[in-house]
């Protein structure tokens, strides 16, 4: 993320807690700002000890806990239910909003991306479920995997090793 990316979704977050007629305080903007330049998805724990590390007023986990559910209830962030960790929304604008969430998770370096279902592929999947009579308890689908480039690293290794 750019800084002119992060200064966007700073100020889309603090329009969006107005919204909901909530404040953005600075330790609840503190947190959110440690998920934006992390570039992976990050536990409660991991962001204490990273938040602990950077803001000179220590924080306890339980708050931090409390921090991620206010910024999960404006929309701002989600929960990974299989890693247990936190990933801001990449989908935030003030124009638009989404319902349904595909998570894409790489066992392999951690990483996780949201991804932009443009041909409603997750909306299909959430209504042939409801046609079948399930009912999901979320709406949002989290796949693990590797990703691409960690695909590529391992052939690059085994390449090498053949050599």
């Known amino acids: 993320m750019n800084k002119q990316q992060f200064k966007e979704m700073m100020g889309f977050a603090i329009k969006r807690c107005e919204a909901f007629e909530k404040k953005l305080t600075p330790k609840r903007q503190q947190v959110f700002e440690i ?51 936190f990933i801001p929304c990449s989908h935030v604008n003030a124009d638009r909003e989404h319902q349904l969430s595909m998570f894409l998770i790489c066992s392999s370096c951690n990483k996780a991306s949201e991804v932009n279902d443009l041909n409603n592929s997750v909306k299909s999947l959430f209504r042939e479920l409801k046609m079948k009579g399930f009912t999901p308890a979320t709406s949002q689908l989290e796949i693990s995997g590797v990703c691409f480039g960690c695909q590529q690293s391992t052939a690059n290794t085994i390449k090498k090793k053949d050599k």
């Open 35 to 85: 998920l934006l330049k992390a570039n992976k998805p990050l536990s409660a724990y991991e962001l204490t000890d990273q938040f602990n590390k950077q803001i000179n007023t220590p924080i306890l986990a339980m708050s931090v806990y409390r921090i991620l559910g206010f910024l999960e209830s404006v929309g701002l962030v989600h929960r990974l239910k299989l890693e247990n960790k």
